[in-house]
């Protein structure tokens, strides 16, 4: 079935770049998501990639796709404290005969957490 | 701007209670999902509705139903809460094309 795994956790040094990583199943996927979700909040999109894309830049924000490995990654360049959070990544459910009513597949969510 | 609202952020109940959480969005979005989270498990699907009194399973729906009379309201219910089901409690909405779900605050429920 359709599956997203990422690692669970980060550490990195404030100021130096965070690359989280996610790795998915299902190959007909037409959109994959990074999430953020701050301590005690909702979960808000950071940033999308459509599949027949190899990279998004957003700011601070890189998304590398390659479709071959089903391998999806968030650059955070100039990590700040502010960044700690967990990120999730996630694909739109995909079977047959869905129509308009997707649902999406999550991975865990990584926490990452910037250290001064 | 894009807004989904839940009825309350924290919410306490006793085993066996009957427990309404709402969520509302103004997005006019067809889609409406809830989830709970709990640490290590990541989100889970308990139910989602694609049109109004229209409803699917999720991954984990038992012990749960829910209701959508209209279009922009999608409820959760619990018939008889317990212990297990202190979780937090997520609401989301989503459209076409790109199914990129907008997520409420959410509701941090314990059940005692």
């Known amino acids: 079935g359709e599956d997203v795994e990422q690692s669970l956790f980060l550490s990195v040094r404030e100021g130096d770049s965070s690359v989280i990583n996610c790795t998915y199943t299902?190959?007909?996927?037409?959109?994959l998501y990074w999430y953020k979700q701050e301590p005690g909040a909702g979960l808000q999109l950071l940033t999308y990639i459509f599949s027949n894309m190899d990279m998004k830049q957003d700011q601070r924000l890189t998304v590398l796709l390659n479709k071959k490995d089903k391998h999806l990654s968030l650059r955070i360049a100039d990590t700040q404290t502010g960044d700690s959070a967990i990120y999730f990544c996630?694909?739109?459910?995909?079977?047959?005969?869905?129509?308009?009513?997707?649902?999406?597949?999550w991975g865990l969510g990584t926490s990452l957490a910037v250290n001064p | 701007d894009v807004k989904v609202t839940q009825s309350s952020r924290y919410l306490v109940k006793r085993t066996g209670e009957k427990v309404f959480l709402e969520c509302v969005q103004d997005?006019?979005?067809?889609?409406m999902f809830w989830y709970r989270q709990d640490p290590g498990l990541g989100l889970r699907l308990i139910y989602f509705s694609y049109d109004v009194k229209m409803k699917e399973k999720g991954d984990i729906p038992e012990g749960y139903s829910v209701s959508r009379e209209k279009k922009e309201r999608f409820s959760l219910i619990l018939e008889s809460a317990s212990t297990n089901q202190t979780s937090m409690y997520l609401c989301?909405?989503?459209?076409?094309?790109?199914?990129?779900?907008?997520f409420g605050p959410g509701t941090r429920l314990t059940v005692t």
């Open positions: 996630a694909e739109v459910s995909s079977p047959l005969n869905a129509g308009n009513n997707r649902k999406l597949i």
């Open positions: 997005m006019d979005h067809e889609n």
């Open positions: 299902d190959s007909s996927s037409t959109y």
């Open positions: 989301a909405s989503s459209f076409p094309p790109n199914y990129e779900q907008y």
